[in-house]
């Protein structure tokens, strides 16, 4: 059992490019963030540069565009915390995300944590999904809110593949814990071929049970971190 005696240092890494816009609500939430000893790693390979903000444990890095799983692990090899999150920027996070899953990281023999609850909003088609991953099943997570050691990318780093990069990650490991059916900590968009029942294009590992339902829309901003409970 891993026991810290202070908070170790967590790295959310957040890939971007072309989205400068979604990367000032991801920084948004970073720092709301109740977990203090954190830092925000801001991997931007866009034409459309992210203006760098000048904010205490946020810091920002020009790359190239490459494919998904090689980007998530640039932004890791600029990391400097022992313990990585994904931050995605299109995702919404409850405040507690990282001090909840740096608990439970911390207090087992697990590799990796993350969500297999979440919602989904489909900015096309203007619908908003719960997902709700198999209870029974411990070995799934959704990909955006995972959180690992950094010593475990290291034996093994992401694929090179712009699809199902973390799934490929996440299955290579012997040890995992999911959230089950928690209180939603997290919210995704999506603006194109939608992670949700009615694009058709679902990827997620065959072994997690998909369990859509459509819910009513937030509206605004108070109510989509309302959402977050």
């Given at each position: 059992?891993?026991?810290?005696?202070?908070?170790?240092?967590?790295?959310?890494?957040?890939?971007?490019?072309?989205?400068?816009?979604?990367?000032?609500?991801?920084?948004?939430?970073?720092?709301?963030?109740?977990?203090?000893?954190?830092?925000?790693?801001?991997?931007?390979?866009?034409?459309?540069?992210?203006?760098?903000?000048?904010?205490?444990?946020?810091?920002?890095?020009?790359?190239?565009?490459?494919?998904?799983?090689?980007?998530?692990?640039?932004?890791?090899?600029?990391?400097?915390?022992?313990?990585?999150?994904?931050?995605?920027?299109?995702?919404?996070?409850?405040?507690?995300?990282?001090?909840?899953?740096?608990?439970?990281?911390?207090?087992?023999?697990?590799?990796?944590?993350?969500?297999s609850t979440m919602v989904f909003h489909d900015t096309t088609k203007k619908e908003w999904w719960l997902y709700k991953g198999d209870l029974a099943?411990?070995?799934?997570?959704?990909?955006?809110?995972?959180?690992?050691?950094?010593?475990?990318?290291?034996?093994?780093?992401?694929?090179?593949?712009?699809?199902?990069?973390?799934?490929?990650?996440?299955?290579?490991?012997?040890?995992?814990?999911?959230?089950?059916?928690?209180?939603?900590?997290?919210?995704?968009?999506?603006?194109?071929?939608?992670?949700?029942?009615?694009?058709?294009?679902?990827?997620?590992?065959?072994?997690?049970?998909?369990?859509?339902?459509?819910?009513?829309?937030?509206?605004?901003?108070?109510?989509?971190?309302?959402?977050?409970?």
């Amino acid at each position: 059992m891993r026991v810290a005696s202070a908070q170790p240092l967590i790295s959310a890494v957040c890939i971007t490019a072309n989205r400068p816009r979604f990367v000032d609500l991801a920084i948004e939430c970073f720092m709301e963030q109740t977990w203090e000893n954190k830092e925000l790693v801001i991997y931007d390979s866009g034409e459309d540069r992210v203006k760098a903000q000048d904010l205490p444990g946020v810091r920002y890095v020009r790359g190239v565009a490459r494919t998904i799983g090689e980007l998530r692990n640039a932004a890791v090899e600029h990391s400097k915390g022992r313990i990585v999150a994904h931050w995605d920027d299109d995702d919404y996070s409850h405040p507690r995300r990282l001090e909840e899953q740096a608990d439970l990281i911390l207090s087992s023999d697990c590799e990796i944590v993350g969500y297999s609850t979440m919602v989904f909003h489909d900015t096309t088609k203007k619908e908003w999904w719960l997902y709700k991953g198999d209870l029974a099943n411990q070995a799934y997570a959704l990909g955006t809110s995972l959180m690992y050691w950094r010593s475990t990318w290291e034996k093994r780093r992401f694929p090179i593949l712009n699809q199902a990069e973390d799934n490929a990650f996440l299955f290579r490991r012997n040890l995992i814990t999911a959230y089950g059916h928690r209180p939603v900590r997290m919210i995704a968009r999506h603006h194109h071929a939608c992670t949700t029942p009615v694009s058709g294009k679902f990827i997620a590992h065959p072994r997690a049970i998909t369990n859509w339902t459509q819910i009513t829309a937030p509206g605004d901003i108070k109510g989509l971190k309302a959402l977050l409970k």
